[in-house]
């Protein structure tokens, strides 16, 4: 295991740069025929906010969430679990979508689910302009908390190459699991504290519900960015979360590593 997750780290942080040229040209060909062009990057996020504020807020009346606007909330909220979300089912169908690549190409096959990661917090950068101007014209203080957004991006992205390397291995040999995945990130839509807050849920269902390592991104964003908390405060659920995406990763990385040679025949 030790040695799988090693190789599959080295791999990826070898071909760092050549992952993020590809990803970005990529992205530009991808948006080179549309009129709106990277406009996308931004409206797309937008509107599924618009979307969620109408629906929670004007259709069920909700107008405000521990002291803050519904609208403030949901954003900071919604901006990270779009990125998880993207990267993740990004990832998960990535090597099956590359098949032909792989067969005729010698590529690092690590950086076929990082280009998703890549693209997904490329992406992410532009929202979190939009989110903080948001922030500001809301009357929300900046603080030196805003800082803690990098923690919260390296926790991320830890979790991320785990999760990116087992789904797309995964896809990849068991296609079925791509069609299950799906319906699963659904479902962790509703209960990683997006739309709505946990907080009101009684301690043992709140801790059942935080067994889920999305909730401690999504929740961290709020914290940095509304409520001024410093992640060390809330100790246990770090380390919970720091455990989970290190287990995450290891299992990642040695799946990815002992299944890829079964790629090419599988694909």
């Not at 990057?41 to 807020?57: A, C, E, G, R, T």
């Not at 803050?68 to 779009?82: N, Q």
Request: a positive charge; charged letters at 10%; hydrophobic letters at 55%.
């Amino acid at each position: 295991m030790i040695h799988a997750v090693g190789t599959a780290l080295g791999e990826i942080i070898r071909n760092l740069r050549r992952t993020v040229r590809l990803t970005l040209y990529e992205n530009r060909s991808r948006r080179s025929g549309m009129l709106l062009g990277r406009w996308w990057d931004l409206l797309s996020p937008l509107l599924q906010i618009l979307i969620y504020w109408f629906v929670f807020s004007v259709g069920l009346g909700t107008q405000e969430k521990n002291g803050f606007p519904y609208h403030l909330w949901l954003m900071c909220g919604m901006m990270p679990w779009l990125a998880l979300n993207s990267a993740i089912l990004g990832a998960s169908a990535s090597i099956q979508q590359a098949a032909s690549i792989i067969r005729n190409v010698r590529i690092p096959l690590s950086i076929i689910p990082m280009k998703a990661v890549v693209g997904a917090y490329y992406e992410h950068l532009w929202t979190m302009a939009i989110l903080l101007i948001a922030l500001l014209l809301g009357g929300v203080p900046v603080t030196w908390h805003y800082l803690e957004l990098a923690y919260y991006l390296a926790a991320s992205w830890v979790l991320l190459i785990g999760a990116a390397l087992l789904t797309s291995s995964l896809t990849a040999v068991f296609r079925d699991f791509g069609e299950l995945l799906q319906p699963l990130m659904r479902l962790l839509f509703y209960v990683s504290s997006v739309v709505w807050a946990i907080d009101g849920l009684s301690p043992g269902l709140q801790r059942v519900m935080r067994l889920n390592p999305l909730v401690y991104i999504i929740e961290g964003y709020r914290k940095c960015l509304l409520y001024g908390e410093g992640f060390w405060l809330s100790p246990g659920q770090g380390a919970y979360f720091w455990l989970a995406a290190l287990a995450l990763l290891a299992a990642g990385c040695t799946l990815h590593m002992r299944l890829r040679n079964r790629f090419i025949d599988q694909l």
